[in-house]
């Protein structure tokens, strides 16, 4: 089991930055992939950045890529988003969560595990 408490949303303005943080508990964290997924209102969840276990792959969707790093400590059993340069339209509650298996996906599907979201405000 792992379980994930996101931290650090709050409301920016155009341009600014912030980090999210995700912090996990349990044995396996270190094992776990993990990605970072946003939903807008009256939107989808969709994939925004996701890390291998060991933090050596990394993967970003086109609309944050070069504004936007992911990374990770496992050793606190802590998952990082740094993102920069923000617009309006990264307005959305951010999601944390774990897949099993090492290797992070761009689907939600198969993620296995899920924090409970922080709200990003990115004002114009």
């Known amino acids: 089991q792992v379980h994930l408490v996101e931290s650090g949303g709050g409301v920016v303005q155009a341009g600014g930055s912030l980090r999210l943080s995700c912090a996990g508990s349990g044995r396996i964290f270190s094992s776990v992939a993990m990605g970072w997924f946003r939903q807008a209102p009256g939107k989808g969840r969709e994939f925004v950045a996701g890390i291998s276990w060991s933090g050596g792959s990394t993967g970003y969707a086109d609309s944050v890529k070069g504004r936007s790093t992911i990374s990770r400590d496992n050793a606190k059993n802590t998952v990082f988003l740094q993102m920069n340069s923000l617009k309006p339209e990264d307005t959305a509650v951010y999601y944390c969560?774990?897949?099993?298996?090492?290797?992070?996906?761009?689907?939600?599907?198969?993620?296995?595990?899920w924090g409970q979201g922080t709200q990003v405000t990115v004002s114009s």
């Open positions: 969560a774990a897949a099993r298996g090492g290797s992070y996906y761009y689907s939600s599907t198969s993620y296995d595990y």
